[in-house]
C-alpha cells in the first residue's frame, strides 16, 4: 500500500489516547527529565503555523530522550485567565468560561493533530478552581511571610513577632517598607491589634501599598507597562494615564541579590540573561539626606556618585512623589498641577525613553546639601519615576548629559568640580584625577573619596552606604473578573486571610462584567458576596502572572486536592531540565517564576533553588505575505484591474495584500481569488505568459496581513509528519525564518521514499532479513551519530537533511535489511512519529509501541575507511581512479597500478620513470 498518511495518523493518534501511551508517574528506577513549554492563552484564532515550532522541537527532545532510557514528563496545560475573554464577555455578555473552554477545545484538537507526546493526564487550566485553589495559597503563604536579611531567606510572620515581643525592631534586619516604627518590645506590646497589624503590613511579602500604576479608564483596569504604548492600551487602543492606587504588591526586591546571582548558575540564553540582570539593576552607591529649608521634611535621594555632591545645581523628584504637594509654595501651585496633569498622559515606558524633550516645574522650595550648606531648587521632572530609587535625583549637570540638558533649558547653575581628567561632561569613576574645589575631598582620588563622604554623612546621620536596585516590587492586582480571586476580607479597613480550609475561593456571579457604577472592580457587583456575611472580600483579581508563576509543580501531581504537589513528586521531578519559549517574557513570567520558585524553596516546599535549568528562545516564524497589484486610473481612483507583479512597473499600481491560502507558488488562483470576497468577484487581470504572479514580502504573521497559514490545512494535503519535519528543515531553531509553503513538498517527497524503503513496487510490505553491506552499515551508523550529536545540540534541521541523505544512499543501495530500517525507524521517530509507529508495527514490534524502543547504540568501527579510491595521475593530469586496501604497501599497490587495462592503455607500453604513492591520498606516475 502507498504511504495513506491520513489513515495513519489518526489511527496513531487514537491509539496514544486510548492507551496513555506518555502518561509518566514517579518511577525511582529510571532517571527523570522534564521538558516544559510555555503554556498557550488559548484565543479564539486557534493556532498558526508559528506556533507549534517550540512544541514541535520540545516533542523530538521529549521522544529522544525516551529512547535513553529517561522517564520524561512532557505536560501541556492552558493560562487561561486574560483580558480577551473578557473583554468578550464585556460585549456579548458570555461567561468567559464559556469562551475559554471553547478556546481550549479547539486548541486541543490542533494539537491532538500534530502528535505531540504530552502527558494529558496531568493537564492544567490556571481558571480551573483545583488549579488556581493553589495559587491562592500560595499567595496566603506570601502574605504570612517577611524576608530576614541575617538568614537570607523568608521566613514565617511568627518570628517576626516573637522578635518584636523579645527584642524589639532593634535586632530585625528585614526587607521593608521606609516608614517602619523603631520599637521596644513594650512598645509592640502597648499597640492595638489593629496597629499591630498595620505594622506587620509593613514587612509581608504579599503587601497592599499605594503605587503609581498604569490605569485604563475605558478597560477598568491597571495595566503593566508591556501593555501601554504610546499613553494608549495595546488592547483596544484606550487613553491610559498615571494614577496612584492603594493596590496589592510582591516584595520581589527581597530577592534581588538571589535573582541576580542565580543567572551564573543555569543555561539560558546570555541576551536574556543580560536582559534580567539590567532589569534588577544593581547598583552600589550611597543615600543621602536633603533637609529642606525652613521646613521639617527631607529628601531622600540615592546615588553611585556621591563623590560628585559638591556639583549639585537642584534636586528633581518625581511628579508623583509624596512630597510635592507639602513643599511647593502657593505660588508654584498652578504650574505644579498642570505639569502634574500633563505627566498622568504618559506611561513609564515613555518617559524612560524621552530622552530629547526637556521639560520640568519648580516647586518653589529649596534643599540643603548636606556637605556644603548650600541650598539647591527643587524641581519636579517627568523623567524622575516615582517607583524608581526613592523617586528623587540631585542633579550634577557637569556630569550627567540629562541633568545637564535641564539646566541649559531652565538656565540653572552648572558646576564646575573635577579636573578635565575624571569629569569633562560626562563622569567616569575608572578614571584616577584629583577633585578640585570640593571640600573635605579636595585632592583626593575617586575611591578615597567616596569613602570619606560616606563616613562623613554617616557621621552627621544624613546618609549611609547603599545598594540599591532598578528593579521595583510587582504590582500584584488587576481591577477585573476573568482572575483568581485574593483570598482577602477586610476588618477595619485592615487585611486579613481567610482560612486555608475555605479555599478555593470562588469567584462569584456577577450581572455584568463591569466596573460598578461607583468605580468599583466588577466583583463589586456580586450580590450578597461577603466574608461570613460580614466582611468585605478584596475585589481586584490577581495578574495574569499569578498561575503561571508556579504552574511547573502541579504538573508533577496535578490531581493532588491536600497540597499543590506532593514532596515525593517535587522530591523525584525537582526542577525543568529543558524550557522552550519565547524571550519576550524576561521580565515578566521568567522573572516572577523565579521569584516564586526562591519563595517556595525558602518555605520548604521546592527542593531546587531555580525553576528551569535550561532554556531555549524558539525564534518567530514570519508570514510570507502574497500581494495584487490594483491598477490606479489617471484621477488616482483604483479599478477592479490587477496587473501581474513582473508587468506592474508599466501601470500606476497600489498593492493589496491577498490571503496566501489562494496563492500557490506565488501563483494566484484566479477563481479562488474572485470569490474571496465580494469587491473582487468581477475582477479581471493582466497576466503573464497565462498566470498571475504575486509579488512577495517576509513580514509578522498575523490576520491582517492575510499571511497567516493555518497548520489544520497543511496537514489535511500532508499530514503532521511533514508539517512537523518541515517546521525543523526551516532553519535553526533559536532563529526566527519567513514560512515559505512552497518547500513543504520537498519533505512530504522524502517521507514517501522512506516508506518505499519497506515496500516493492506494488507497494507491498517486502523486507529482507539478510545480513547489511559494509557500506549500508556505514551509512546508517553515519546517521546515528549525527542524529544524535544533533539532537543534543538542538540541531534539528541538519538532522532533517541527514535523513534525506541517508535515504537517499538506501535508495541507491538498494537496502531493505531489517537491521538497517528497524534502526532507521527508531532514529527518525521523534521527528516523524506516525509513520515510524506504523512502520514499527508491520516489521513486527507488537509487543509495544516505539515509545518503548532504545535509541540505536553508534559502532565507531563500521565508519572506519578499508579501502581508499585513489586518485590515478600521469604526469600531473588524473586519467582515472582505483581502489585499494589501506592495510597493503606501497609494491603491493604499484603492481595492482601497472597491471591495470586502463593505466596499461594511457602508458602505451612505456615503462614509467617514477610511481609516486601517497597512502591514503594520490597516485602519480611519472612516464
Same mark, same amino acid.
Given at each position: 500500500m502507498d504511504y495513506q498518511f491520513k489513515n495513519i495518523e489518526k489511527k496513531w493518534q487514537k491509539f496514544w489516547a486510548d492507551n496513555e501511551t506518555y502518561k509518566v508517574e514517579v518511577d525511582n528506577s529510571k532517571p527523570k527529565y522534564y521538558v516544559l513549554d510555555m503554556f498557550p492563552y488559548p484565543s479564539g484564532a486557534g493556532l498558526h503555523v508559528g506556533h507549534p515550532l517550540g512544541y514541535i522541537a520540545s516533542d523530538i527532545f521529549s521522544r529522544y530522550k525516551r529512547l535513553k532510557g529517561f522517564n520524561v514528563l512532557h505536560p501541556m496545560g492552558y493560562d487561561s485567565f486574560g483580558l480577551p475573554a473578557e473583554q468578550y464577555a464585556i460585549q456579548t455578555g458570555q461567561h468567559p468560561a464559556i469562551t475559554t473552554g471553547t478556546n481550549i477545545n479547539r486548541y486541543r484538537e490542533q494539537l491532538d493533530n500534530l502528535g505531540f507526546s504530552f502527558d494529558w493526564s496531568k493537564e492544567v487550566r490556571t481558571s480551573s478552581p483545583d488549579y488556581y485553589k493553589w495559587t491562592q495559597w500560595i499567595f496566603m503563604q506570601l502574605f504570612n511571610s517577611w524576608y530576614n536579611i541575617e538568614t537570607d531567606k523568608a521566613e514565617h510572620i511568627s518570628t517576626l513577632v516573637h522578635k518584636f515581643q523579645t527584642e524589639g525592631t532593634v535586632a530585625v534586619k528585614a526587607v521593608c517598607d521606609s516608614d517602619t516604627r523603631k520599637m521596644l518590645p513594650s512598645d509592640w506590646t502597648s499597640l492595638t491589634e489593629d496597629e499591630k497589624q498595620e505594622e506587620l503590613l509593613k514587612y509581608r511579602l504579599a503587601f497592599l501599598k499605594e503605587s503609581t500604576v498604569n490605569w485604563c479608564a475605558a478597560l477598568g483596569t491597571v495595566l503593566a507597562n508591556d501593555e501601554v504604548i504610546g499613553g494608549f492600551s495595546e488592547r483596544g487602543g484606550h487613553p491610559v494615564e498615571q494614577k496612584k492606587m492603594m493596590q496589592w504588591s510582591m516584595r520581589i526586591t527581597a530577592y534581588a541579590e538571589r535573582l541576580l546571582k542565580g543567572l551564573d548558575q543555569i543555561d539560558w540564553p546570555e541576551p536574556l540573561k543580560e536582559i534580567q540582570r539590567n532589569w534588577i539593576g544593581k547598583s552600589v552607591g550611597a543615600m543621602v539626606d536633603f533637609q529642606l529649608a525652613d521646613a521639617d521634611y527631607k529628601i531622600q535621594v540615592f546615588t553611585t556618585r556621591v563623590d560628585t555632591i559638591y556639583g549639585v545645581s537642584f534636586l528633581v523628584i518625581a511628579p508623583e512623589h509624596e512630597l510635592v504637594s507639602q513643599i511647593t509654595t502657593e505660588e508654584q501651585k498652578t504650574e505644579i498641577e498642570q505639569y502634574i496633569q500633563q505627566t498622568k498622559k504618559k506611561s513609564e515606558l515613555d518617559r524612560m525613553a524621552d530622552t530629547k524633550t526637556v521639560s520640568g516645574a519648580f516647586t518653589g522650595a529649596y534643599a540643603i546639601n548636606p556637605l556644603n550648606g548650600e541650598k539647591v531648587p527643587v524641581w519636579i521632572a517627568d523623567y524622575v519615576l516615582a517607583g524608581y530609587g526613592t523617586g528623587a535625583v540631585m542633579a550634577v549637570p557637569s556630569g550627567d548629559q540629562r541633568d545637564y540638558l535641564f539646566a541649559s533649558h531652565f538656565n540653572l547653575p552648572i558646576i564646575q568640580i573635577l579636573d578635565t581628567q575624571v569629569l569633562d561632561g560626562q563622569a567616569d569613576p575608572t578614571k584616577e584625577g584629583q577633585y578640585i574645589n570640593s571640600g573635605i575631598i579636595n585632592g583626593l582620588g575617586y575611591k578615597e573619596a567616596t569613602a570619606k563622604l560616606i563616613s562623613f554623612l554617616e557621621e552627621k546621620e544624613q546618609g549611609y552606604a547603599k545598594v540599591n536596585y532598578r528593579m521595583r516590587d510587582a504590582i500584584f492586582g488587576r481591577q477585573r473578573y476573568w482572575g483568581e480571586p485574593v483570598p482577602v476580607y477586610f476588618k477595619n479597613g485592615l487585611p486579613y486571610l481567610i482560612d486555608e480550609s475555605e479555599l478555593p475561593l470562588l469567584l462569584p456571579e456577577v450581572d455584568k462584567y463591569l466596573p460598578t457604577e461607583t468605580g468599583e472592580p466588577p466583583l463589586g457587583r456580586a450580590k450578597d458576596w461577603k466574608y461570613k456575611g460580614e466582611y468585605e472580600y478584596e475585589l481586584s483579581t490577581m495578574p495574569g502572572w499569578a498561575g503561571s508563576s508556579w504552574y511547573w509543580y502541579r504538573y508533577m501531581d496535578a490531581h493532588n486536592d491536600k497540597e499543590f504537589a506532593s514532596e515525593k513528586a517535587i522530591e523525584y521531578w525537582k526542577d525543568v531540565d529543558l524550557y522552550i519559549g519565547g524571550s519576550e517574557h524576561a521580565t515578566g513570567h521568567l522573572l516572577y517564576s523565579r521569584f516564586w520558585n526562591k519563595f517556595l524553596k525558602d518555605l520548604g516546599f521546592a527542593k531546587e533553588e531555580e525553576p528551569f535549568k535550561k532554556l531555549i528562545n524558539q525564534g518567530m516564524i514570519q508570514g510570507r505575505s502574497n500581494f495584487v497589484y490594483r491598477i490606479m486610473s489617471e484621477d488616482g481612483r483604483g479599478t477592479n484591474t490587477y496587473v501581474s507583479n513582473g508587468l506592474k512597473n508599466n501601470y500606476q499600481t497600489t498593492a493589496l495584500h491577498v490571503d496566501v491560502n489562494i496563492v500557490e507558488n506565488d501563483i494566484l488562483n484566479l477563481d479562488k481569488?474572485? *470569490?474571496?470576497? =465580494?469587491?473582487? &468577484?468581477?475582477?479581471?487581470?493582466?497576466? =503573464?505568459?497565462? &498566470?498571475?504572479?504575486?509579488?512577495?514580502?517576509?513580514?509578522?504573521?498575523?490576520k491582517s496581513k492575510f499571511n497567516v497559514v493555518n497548520p489544520d490545512d497543511l496537514i489535511e494535503r500532508y499530514g503532521a509528519d511533514t508539517l512537523r519535519m518541515y517546521e525543523m528543515f526551516l532553519g535553526p531553531l533559536e532563529q526566527s525564518k519567513p514560512w515559505n509553503t512552497n518547500g513543504i513538498e520537498g519533505v512530504f517527497k522524502f517521507l514517501r521514499k522512506f516508506w518505499k524503503l519497506f515496500h516493492n513496487d506494488a507497494f507491498e510490505f517486502v523486507v529482507s532479513n539478510?545480513?547489511?553491506?559494509?557500506?549500508?552499515? &556505514?551509512?546508517?551508523?553515519?546517521?546515528?551519530? &549525527?542524529?544524535?550529536?544533533?539532537?543534543?545540540?538542538?540541531?534539528? *534541521?541538519?538532522?532533517?537533511?541527514?535523513?534525506m541523505i541517508t535515504v537517499n544512499e538506501l535508495t541507491d543501495l538498494k537496502c531493505n535489511k531489517r537491521a538497517i530500517l528497524q534502526e532507521m525507524v527508531i532514529l527518525l521517530s521523534s521527528y516523524a512519529p506516525h509513520i515510524t509507529e506504523e512502520l514499527w508495527t508491520l516489521l513486527g514490534n507488537t509487543e509495544g509501541t516505539l515509545s518503548k524502543a532504545r535509541f540505536p547504540k553508534f559502532n565507531a568501527e563500521y565508519l572506519v575507511e578499508s579501502e581508499f579510491n585513489y586518485p590515478i595521475s600521469i604526469n600531473g593530469k588524473t586519467k582515472t581512479n582505483l581502489s585499494f586496501g589501506l592495510d597493503l604497501d606501497n609494491v603491493e599497490i604499484e603492481k595492482l597500478v601497472l597491471a591495470n587495462e586502463q593505466v596499461q592503455k594511457y602508458l602505451d607500453g612505456k615503462t614509467p620513470k617514477k610511481i609516486i604513492i601517497v597512502k591514503g591520498r594520490i597516485i602519480n606516475i611519472v612516464a
Open positions: 481569488f474572485r *470569490n474571496w470576497r =465580494e469587491e473582487f &468577484k468581477d475582477a479581471e487581470f493582466v497576466l =503573464e505568459e497565462g &498566470k498571475y504572479i504575486c509579488g512577495v514580502e517576509v513580514e509578522k504573521m498575523s539478510d545480513e547489511p553491506t559494509k557500506q549500508e552499515l &556505514k551509512s546508517l551508523h553515519k546517521l546515528i551519530k &549525527k542524529v544524535e550529536d544533533d539532537v543534543e545540540r538542538f540541531s534539528f *534541521n541538519t538532522s532533517v537533511s541527514s535523513f
